[in-house]
């Protein structure tokens, strides 16, 4: 029974780490940028969208081409975000060694 315990104790200590780290990803920011500066992006590592930035040169231009650019943008921001928040996420769950489960 102390082998349960013991599991149990990791598996909370696991989660305690992971909510620290998904409250650090929420605060840590991605800045993207396309068209050439005419489209900015801001995204938390947590996938959470913080602000879209439009130039306003950028309107006046064809809206197919300000569509893709601004598509464009958002895919790799919420790409950069996955990534990053994959990364950290292997990287706090991998500390800890729950064998047959992990």
């Known amino acids: ?3 349960v315990g013991k599991l149990l104790k990791t598996a909370q200590k696991m989660q305690r780490s ?3 780290l998904q409250a650090q990803l929420d605060a840590r920011e ?4 396309a068209g050439g500066g005419a489209v900015k992006v801001k995204v938390a590592a947590s996938g959470r969208f913080i602000a879209i930035e439009l ?3 950028f309107l006046k231009e ?10 464009a ?8 975000a996955k990534d990053l928040n994959e990364s950290e996420m292997s990287k706090v769950t991998s500390a800890f060694q729950m064998p047959g489960i992990f």
């Open 18 to 20: 992971i909510e620290a």
């Open 1 to 3: 029974m102390a082998g």
């Open 55 to 57: 130039a306003a040169d």
């Open 30 to 33: 991605i800045e993207v940028t």
């Open 62 to 71: 064809d809206p197919a081409t300000v569509s893709e650019t601004l598509l």
């Open 73 to 80: 943008a958002v895919q790799d921001a919420a790409k950069q």
